[in-house]
């Protein structure tokens, strides 16, 4: 019986044998671009050679070329073919990995086995170091892998390799933990964005009461404050009518909205909204309102995103995506697996270091995993974003073609394109062109910083624009520059999709920057970004018809239903920016939405 367990045990520690050396042809399949944000490599740091790893190997999917024409099943579509499975496990084999310890997820998009160091280093041609994030905090990555050259057509991502957006456990306290934790929306983790503003005092008498005389929240006063309202004249927006549409809001735990503010702002900018109205909550691995901890932090982009979501598109559907718990947290691939179980890879998760682990056995942390937990809505909005360097391109490529596939199952995705115009949410550049192996600076000069998911093509990218001091109520807005600044750009990953091809050319014909390649790319050849700027929504219910999903080619091939905006900017980090012009500008893109003529639009389409 001693014998047998020793030898079991001998057995799940001996998952790899020895590995051949034969000379094959190895090909780089990542390399990290951009120093690691807060991290520093350990002098002479190298991991025990015998520590066990988790490997993930990422299969490419099929048939993704073929995306925008289809409407059909999607999982099985883009399934990894029998020949990447057959091809990746026959490598893993032949390089000493035992057959039996090798799995695959369902849908055959992960594979997944334990390898230690030393063995990982052999199979991907690599070297790991010890690398040290400057709250103490230790992580184990490479600076770059290799696979086999016939190898890497069927390879997306293998983790854990040269990614650095794992979760940081800030304090060991959880009450302190719980309030100072570096979340999806933290300006102090990788870029995620904030919308500031001024800040409107609760009234001391009863919710139910007049608005006061002091506080302006007429129409002709609309330059002070921009109301529901407002935008509905601004916009040629009418009231929502339809219950059958459903539009729904992502937040990131602890990033939640109060109830009070929200019953606040119907009493004063929409009276027709009940007290108490709130949005659907669809709690996404573990994710809850919370109102223990209140903040500017915690509570106003969530406050903002509803307040005028719900007093927009009200009595149509609102549904509020919040997504990970109070220990964990969460990201972008974490929602995804909420309402797609066929991205949902090895045992729940997606990427071993970057994403939020669940099921979470840390104590407080959600038991469970979601997969596929509910139905997406029709339009989906999320404000938060990364920085393009902060993620590798084959992560960022892997999560795109998701939203892909979303847009073909009837969802649009909008994004926010950011705050702080060619920069990140912390002001900070790049010190090569395009990104590519620097590290970030002050902001003061350098390359310009694109932000993702807003480069992802797939995606519609939203810009930030700001009434006209002293124009009209319908007057068109210019780009906004006070407070923040829009986001916008080119993307260093992401080629320029066909529908948007006319657009950029007039662009670079009339209105050619005259910043060098030093400082964005100008190869004319790559994804700009916002598409539009203002409000979204959704439209084609309002007639009964189904969603649209994807609607960027629609959009570009219709710029007489936007306002065009041909003033202002987004100055910053050294530069004047971008300037708004003519048609599609990378600070505005086609303009904001006329509401009538775009809802005459959707409603022709089959």
């Not at 190298?46 to 490419?60: A, H, S």
């Not at 892909?404 to 912390?426: E, I, P, R």
């Not at 400082?519 to 649209?548: C, F, H, I, W």
């Amino acid at each position: 019986m001693k014998d047998l367990v020793i030898l079991t045990a001998f057995a799940a520690i001996a998952a790899i044998k020895a590995l051949p050396t034969a000379d094959v042809p190895y090909v780089i399949v990542e390399k990290r671009s951009v120093g690691a944000r807060r991290w520093r490599e350990i002098e002479n740091g190298k991991p025990d050679p015998d520590m066990l790893l988790p490997v993930r190997i990422c299969l490419t999917q099929s048939n993704l070329e073929r995306g925008h024409g289809m409407l059909m099943q999607i999982v099985g579509l883009f399934a990894p073919s029998q020949q990447t499975v057959e091809s990746v496990h026959g490598w893993l084999v032949d390089s000493g990995v035992y057959s039996s310890g090798i799995f695959t997820t369902n849908g055959n998009s992960w594979v997944r086995f334990d390898a230690s160091v030393f063995e990982l280093e052999k199979l991907l041609k690599t070297e790991y170091k010890v690398y040290e994030h400057e709250t103490g905090q230790r992580h184990i990555a490479c600076e770059k892998y290799k696979v086999p050259s016939h190898i890497r057509p069927h390879v997306d991502i293998i983790t854990p390799t040269i990614h650095f957006d794992t979760k940081i456990n800030e304090s060991r306290d959880p009450k302190k933990r719980k309030a100072d934790a570096k979340t999806p929306g933290d300006r102090a983790d990788i870029s995620w964005q904030f919308k500031k503003g001024k800040i409107v005092s609760k009234p001391k008498r009863s919710l139910d009461a007049a608005p006061q005389a002091s506080v302006y929240f007429t129409l002709a006063n609309c330059g002070q404050f921009i109301t529901p309202e407002y935008l509905r004249v601004l916009y040629n927006f009418s009231n929502g009518t339809s219950t059958a549409s459903s539009y729904g809001i992502v937040e990131y735990t602890p990033r939640t909205y109060l109830q009070d503010d929200m019953n606040f702002f119907y009493s004063n900018f929409a009276r027709q909204i009940p007290s108490g109205t709130a949005p659907t909550l669809q709690s996404i691995q573990g994710g809850v309102v919370e109102t223990s901890t209140q903040s500017f932090n915690n509570n106003s982009e969530s406050d903002l995103d509803l307040q005028y979501a719900i007093a927009l598109v009200y009595s149509q559907k609102m549904t509020l995506y919040q997504t990970g718990d109070l220990v964990e947290h969460a990201s972008f691939n974490n929602f995804l697996h909420g309402i797609d179980a066929s991205y949902c890879a090895y045992q729940g998760g997606d990427d071993a270091t970057g994403d939020g682990d669940y099921p979470n056995q840390r104590p407080g942390g959600y038991k469970s995993k979601d997969c596929g937990k509910y139905r997406p809505a029709a339009v989906i909005s999320t404000s938060y974003e990364y920085s393009e360097a902060d993620l590798s391109p084959a992560y960022e490529q892997r999560q795109c073609y998701e939203y892909m596939k979303l847009g073909m199952q009837g969802t649009t995705l909008a994004f926010s394109s950011g705050d702080h115009s060619v920069a990140d949410s912390k002001g900070q550049c790049c010190t090569r062109a395009q990104c590519a192996g620097s590290t970030y600076n002050s902001g003061d000069d350098g390359s310009f910083n694109p932000a993702f998911p807003s480069t992802c093509p797939y995606v519609t990218s939203i810009g930030a624009t700001q009434i006209v001091p002293g124009a009209s109520m319908t007057a068109p807005e210019e780009a906004c520059q006070t407070v923040i600044y829009s986001g916008g750009g080119f993307s260093n990953v992401f080629l320029m999709p066909s529908h948007q091809s006319n657009a950029v050319k007039s662009y670079f014909t009339n209105h050619k920057p005259t910043f060098t390649a030093t400082q964005y790319n100008n190869s004319q050849t790559v994804r700009g970004y916002p598409d539009m700027a203002g409000v979204d929504g959704a439209l084609r219910a309002e007639a009964g018809k189904t969603s649209m999903g994807f609607v960027n080619p629609t959009l570009y091939a219709n710029p007489a239903a936007f306002n065009d905006i041909t003033k202002g900017g987004n100055p910053g980090r050294g530069t004047r920016g971008f300037e708004a012009v003519s048609w599609w500008d990378p600070v505005t893109g086609l303009g904001t939405p006329n509401y009538q003529k775009l809802l005459d639009v959707f409603l022709s389409l089959p």
